[in-house]
């Protein structure tokens, strides 16, 4: 007979962790996705509502052609004049942002807890299209701020990395009201290399509970949506809001199943596979209201290495 004294098992002190473990629940993360970006720029950008997804941009025809006179004494009469407009102004549409989301109903029914399926790939779809969104607000054909901006308005580097000498180059072409700078992050990494070799290292400020390098009190926003090719990307120096006549973001407001600006989340069907589809749209654009509100500095290197140490004052 073999007794509980002279089972080998018994000599044991402590369930092991691995068995332990499969009785424990294990704390679950909500799925997380590296491609999110804070996208400040959305959240930096002046949005204006559109009706009927038409945005019109009226503006002056030889706005120097205005007649302005001082008083005379002599009460001589005083100059007429008028203004005149564009016969055929530019007109902006919304552009959409899509795609058809699909969950199977069984996952959707058994495997939502303690995160709900549904929920999840909804959050993370919406994620992605927003990322999509600010692409193309930077790099839409039609669009977007790197090809909106007036020929007059580009300007290149002399080559080399980004120095605070082409930054107030930027600033000499958006003088009225500048509001932030845009590049790729590793500009803003190359400008501040530069800035510290020249022994003036950019001042910071605090935003959206991140610290920005600045420029002549100007933020540095970086988005990775700013193209680098070859080494090389671009800085943009941009005038927001309608009133200021800068650079605006335009949404349709009023969407059924509307989800926040401009975005709408409308359930399609289930097929005859269970297969639930929902529809998730965005719509939006991007409008220059005048050439000054907008410049580029193209052609900056944000690789090379430089052989020089650092110099202070």
């Known amino acids: 007979m073999t007794t509980l004294a002279n089972n080998p098992s018994s000599q044991s002190t402590s369930v092991s962790d691995a068995a332990a473990q499969n009785l424990a629940n294990k704390t679950k993360t909500a799925p997380q996705m590296a491609s999110i970006t804070p996208r400040w720029l959305v959240h930096l950008m002046s949005w204006v509502p559109v009706e009927a997804g038409i945005y019109r941009v009226n503006q002056v025809v030889h706005p120097e052609s205005v007649k302005i006179q001082c008083d005379n004494l002599d009460e001589s009469p005083l100059a007429q004049t008028f203004v005149d407009y564009e016969r055929e102004p530019k007109e902006y549409r919304l552009k959409a942002v899509q795609t058809i989301l699909d969950v199977h109903t069984r996952v959707s029914d058994l495997y939502s807890s303690p995160h709900d399926q549904v929920a999840q790939q909804l959050r993370l779809t919406i994620e992605a299209v927003k990322e999509h969104q600010e692409n193309e607000l930077i790099n839409s054909p039609q669009y977007g701020l790197v090809n909106s901006a007036a020929e007059s308005q580009r300007i290149s580097t002399l080559g080399g990395p980004p120095t605070p000498d082409d930054l107030d180059r930027l600033i000499t072409k958006v003088w009225k009201q500048p509001a932030f700078f845009l590049t790729h992050p590793e500009g803003v990494a190359a400008f501040g290399r530069e800035c510290t070799r020249r022994g003036v290292p950019p001042a910071t400020v605090s935003m959206f509970g991140s610290q920005f390098l600045t420029w002549r009190g100007l933020p540095i926003i970086p988005s990775d949506k700013v193209p ?37 989340v409308r359930f399609m069907q289930i097929d005859r596979s269970a297969i639930a589809s929902y529809l998730i749209s965005l719509y939006c654009s991007l409008a220059v209201l005048t050439d000054d509100a907008l410049a580029v500095l193209d052609d900056v290197e944000v690789e090379k290495f430089h052989d020089y140490a650092p110099v202070y004052r």
């Open 228 to 264: 680098v090719e070859n080494g090389k990307t671009k800085f943009l120096l941009l005038r927001t809001g309608e009133s200021r006549q800068g650079v605006i973001g335009l949404f349709q407001p009023g969407l059924s199943g509307e989800q926040g600006m401009g975005l709408s």
